[in-house]
């Protein structure tokens, strides 16, 4: 952790020219943030910790801190929107907990956390590690085989919505990996590590990207997770670089590496954002779609 802490001071300088020479400017809507973005990491030691990314929307090395907010955890932790943290335990309970910036929600019967599912284990299969994600809107998508499923928990409800775990599209065997950004918004990984984008329309029940790979793809990236507005940060286990880059759907990536935004994070067990710290307006279906 120290070894961490102390890359993102001493190279932050460095890195931040690096990061604005990759820049290119875009023609599609530029992606809005909040303050930061909330980047949590789940340690090999249990210790959970919340790393703040003071300049999500043009991938500059600059952060507004870190700290520990976590001891215990295991199995595998995702994030959702507003501070809300999943986590799949080694028995395969789905867990859902709510970071508020100065602790943890407390549920009815005064615990941190909800079971809101069982038997989600697969998901902490090495394989299939990367085969979930949440977007924006808290949906969760999954992997399984062939096909792509929709699940939605509905907090006021208590229970998960109708329809949750249907089948979205078929076809999607080739990808080993998901990560979503915005609504709906997806890249998919095949096995050559190239990544698909697709957008699914929630109030068309319809797919209006579908299976689009850009001329130039995001080369060497390693684990997939957005805050949002389609905005992505990876992991890359070789190196234990964290890199930004940012997708559009008339352009594709800004830069075919990424930037550099930190050093010293291929130990951690996962790595994930909250995912409506940034947000971009979007088309919708075409007319007559």
Request: proline residues 4%; negative net charge.
């Given at each position: 952790m120290?070894k961490?802490?102390?890359?993102?001071?001493?190279?932050?300088?460095a890195?931040?020219?690096?990061?604005?020479?990759?820049?290119?400017?875009?023609?599609a809507?530029?992606?809005?943030?909040?303050?930061?973005?909330?980047?949590?990491?789940?340690?090999?030691?249990?210790?959970?910790?919340?790393?703040?990314?003071?300049?999500?929307?043009?991938g500059?090395f600059?952060?507004a801190?870190?700290?520990?907010v976590?001891?215990g955890?295991?199995?595998?932790t995702?994030?959702g929107?507003?501070?809300?943290?999943?986590?799949?335990?080694?028995?395969?309970?789905?867990?859902?907990?709510?970071?508020?910036?100065?602790?943890?929600?407390?549920?009815?019967?005064?615990?941190?956390?909800?079971t809101i599912?069982?038997?989600?284990?697969?998901?902490?299969?090495?394989?299939?590690?990367?085969?979930?994600?949440?977007?924006?809107?808290?949906v969760?998508?999954?992997?399984?085989?062939?096909?792509?499923?929709?699940?939605?928990?509905?907090?006021?409800?208590?229970?998960?919505?109708?329809?949750?775990?249907?089948?979205?599209?078929?076809?999607?065997?080739?990808?080993?990996?998901i990560?979503?950004?915005?609504?709906?918004?997806?890249q998919?990984?095949?096995?050559?590590?190239?990544?698909?984008?697709?957008r699914?329309?929630?109030?068309?029940?319809?797919?209006?990207?579908?299976?689009?790979?850009?001329?130039?793809?995001?080369?060497?990236?390693?684990?997939?997770?957005?805050p949002g507005?389609?905005?992505?940060?990876?992991?890359?286990?070789d190196?234990?670089?964290?890199?930004?880059?940012?997708?559009t759907?008339?352009?594709?990536?800004q830069?075919?590496?990424?930037?550099?935004?930190?050093?010293?994070?291929?130990?951690?067990?996962?790595v994930?954002?909250?995912?409506?710290?940034?947000?971009?307006?979007?088309?919708?279906?075409?007319?007559?779609?």
């Amino acid at each position: 952790m120290t070894k961490k802490l102390r890359s993102l001071c001493l190279t932050a300088v460095a890195a931040a020219a690096m990061a604005t020479a990759s820049v290119a400017t875009a023609a599609a809507a530029d992606p809005t943030c909040g303050p930061v973005a909330h980047v949590f990491t789940m340690q090999a030691d249990g210790d959970l910790w919340l790393y703040e990314h003071s300049a999500p929307a043009t991938g500059a090395f600059e952060w507004a801190g870190a700290r520990q907010v976590g001891w215990g955890w295991g199995g595998k932790t995702f994030a959702g929107a507003d501070g809300r943290l999943y986590n799949i335990t080694t028995g395969g309970d789905l867990r859902r907990l709510r970071y508020n910036g100065a602790g943890w929600d407390t549920y009815p019967g005064g615990g941190q956390f909800q079971t809101i599912g069982w038997g989600w284990q697969r998901y902490l299969q090495p394989a299939n590690r990367g085969s979930i994600t949440v977007d924006a809107d808290g949906v969760i998508y999954t992997l399984e085989g062939d096909q792509l499923r929709w699940w939605r928990y509905d907090e006021q409800a208590g229970a998960w919505a109708p329809g949750t775990g249907r089948v979205l599209d078929t076809g999607w065997g080739e990808f080993d990996m998901i990560a979503a950004s915005g609504n709906g918004g997806l890249q998919a990984q095949d096995a050559g590590h190239a990544l698909h984008r697709f957008r699914y329309h929630a109030q068309t029940d319809q797919f209006v990207v579908d299976d689009v790979v850009p001329e130039a793809g995001w080369e060497g990236h390693g684990t997939l997770f957005s805050p949002g507005g389609d905005l992505y940060y990876s992991v890359r286990s070789d190196t234990g670089e964290l890199r930004w880059n940012r997708f559009t759907e008339d352009t594709g990536w800004q830069s075919v590496p990424g930037s550099v935004i930190g050093y010293g994070w291929g130990t951690d067990i996962d790595v994930t954002a909250t995912t409506n710290d940034c947000s971009v307006t979007l088309p919708g279906p075409q007319p007559g779609n």
